[in-house]
Nanobody, 120 residues
Framework: QVQLVESGGGLVQAGGSLRLSCAAS????????LGWVRQAPGKEREFVAS????????YYADSVRGRFTCSRDNAKNTLYLQMNNLKPEDTAVYYC?????????????WGQGTQVTVSS
């Protein structure tokens, strides 16, 4: 079964950077698409970024495009999210998931989440 563990969150000032990591295990071909979803207090979960198995295709929410970069290192079984020029609006819990498009329901796997807080 898929297991995902996020790390790298923290407190940062606006304009700063963080890199999130996700250690993955149990992935298979059916889990080829991985990505990040975030949830701010009182709001619905929101797609952030996704990447295919080869790392040749990436997808980003309009709100983060140009600032965030999603990548993966299959040899290390690790997914990354480099976040630059952070804004207070980016404050949320960030989840690593094999269901970044939020359409698999109970079939999706999720990490425990890591808190990102951006101060103004």
């Amino acid at each position: 079964q898929v297991q995902l563990v996020e790390s790298g969150g923290g407190l940062v000032q606006a304009g700063g950077s963080l890199r999130l990591s996700c250690a993955a295990s149990g992935l298979s071909f059916s889990n080829a698409l991985l990505g990040w979803v975030r949830q701010a207090p009182g709001k619905e979960r929101e797609f952030v970024a996704s990447i295919n198995w080869a790392g040749s295709r990436t997808y980003y929410a309009d709100s983060v495009r140009g600032r965030f970069t999603c990548s993966r290192d299959n040899a290390k079984n690790t997914l990354y999210l480099q976040m630059n020029n952070l804004k207070p609006e980016d404050t949320a819990v960030y989840y690593c998931t094999d269901d970044p498009t939020l359409d698999r329901g109970a079939f999706g796997s999720w990490g425990q989440g890591t808190q990102v807080t951006v101060s103004s």
